[in-house]
């Protein structure tokens, strides 16, 4: 089955990067693109951006330009988000998603990974 | 702050109908496709509803959404106390130099 399984949860202080991982497995990566979202503790769904997997592509959310990287293997079928100069309202939940061409489904969702900004 | 508006929350007993509002713009709902998501408590959320009205695979006929103008709506019809959870509407938004992906406030739906 089609599945996306992300790296363990974080604990960072600001200042620092984070770099979560996101394997895909039961699909043709690079017949897709991956998106991550993230969510703040209590609050809602915040898109951040899309790679292409089959040519590296991206698509960054304007307020994360320049701090946010988001890069692919395609020999290990893993997507990665780099998230550097971290703050404390970088604490959230970060998804990753499968992105069909058509970039009208986020479909699955991987399990979600805890990255924690604290001094 | 999301550029989608949807009502925090809303509520209906079991087996009753609710209806979820996603208002956008021109620049958004108005020309693209909607999807829905379904977030259960402490899970990752999952596609509910794509291209406004359609339903992936393994999504019960009790969903359903339609568009109108620069608003869509999401239908829940046969409410289950599984169905309590958040939804949120996405579409893609074209108001900045690049195009960027728009989620919903969110709504809270609760089984009475």
């Known amino acids: 089955q089609v599945q996306l399984v992300q790296s363990g949860a974080e604990v960072k202080k600001p200042g620092a990067s984070v770099k979560v991982s996101c394997k895909a497995s039961?699909?043709?990566?690079?017949?897709?693109?991956i998106s991550w979202v993230r969510q703040a503790p209590g609050q809602g769904l915040e898109w951040m951006g899309w790679?292409?997997?089959?040519?590296?592509?991206?698509n960054y959310a304007q307020k994360l330009q320049g701090r946010v990287t988001m890069t692919t293997d395609t020999s290990t079928s893993t997507a990665y988000m780099e998230l550097r100069s971290l703050r404390s309202d970088d604490t959230a939940v970060y998804y990753c998603?499968?992105?069909?061409?058509?970039?009208?489904?986020?479909?699955?969702w991987g399990q979600g990974t805890l990255v924690t900004v604290s001094s | 702050q999301s550029v989608l508006t949807q009502p925090p929350s809303v509520s209906a007993a079991p087996g009753q109908k609710v209806t979820i509002s996603c208002s956008g713009s021109?620049?958004?709902?108005?020309?693209?496709?909607v999807s829905w998501y379904q977030q259960l408590p402490g899970t990752a959320p999952k596609l509910l509803i794509y291209?406004?009205?359609k339903r992936p695979s393994g999504i019960p006929d009790r969903f359903s959404g339609s568009k109108s103008g620069t608003s869509a709506t999401l239908g829940i019809t046969g409410l289950q106390t599984g169905d309590e959870a958040d939804y949120y509407c996405?579409?893609?938004?074209?108001?900045?130099?690049?195009?960027?992906?728009?989620f919903g406030t969110g709504t809270k739906v609760t089984v009475l």
């Open positions: 998603a499968r992105a069909w061409s058509s970039g009208t489904q986020f479909d699955p």
């Open positions: 291209d406004n009205n």
């Open positions: 996405g579409t893609w938004d074209s108001s900045l130099s690049a195009a960027s992906y728009v």
């Open positions: 021109s620049s958004n709902i108005g020309n693209n496709y």
């Open positions: 039961g699909y043709t990566f690079t017949s897709y693109g």
């Open positions: 790679i292409s997997a089959y040519n590296g592509n991206t």
